[in-house]
């Protein structure tokens, strides 16, 4: 289910946002949606890399000799 949610954004983001919206032909909603899950999944992305990158720098465990 969607969720209706307010956000404070500025003036010029805004325009920005109804700018690309309307060159795309999507609401304003999808797009900001569009985006913020990208943002997420990078997020979440960068987040195991670090974690994997963490567990390399650490070395095998003795298990893994």
Request: glycine share 2%.
């Amino acid at each position: 289910p969607k969720i209706q949610i307010t956000v404070s954004l500025n003036s010029a983001l805004l325009q920005q946002i109804d700018n690309i919206a309307q060159e795309m032909n999507i609401s304003r909603s999808s797009l900001v949606s569009t985006a913020l899950e990208q943002f997420i999944e990078r997020y979440q992305n960068r987040k195991l890399l670090e974690t994997l990158n963490e567990v390399y720098r650490e070395g095998p465990d003795a298990f893994e000799r």
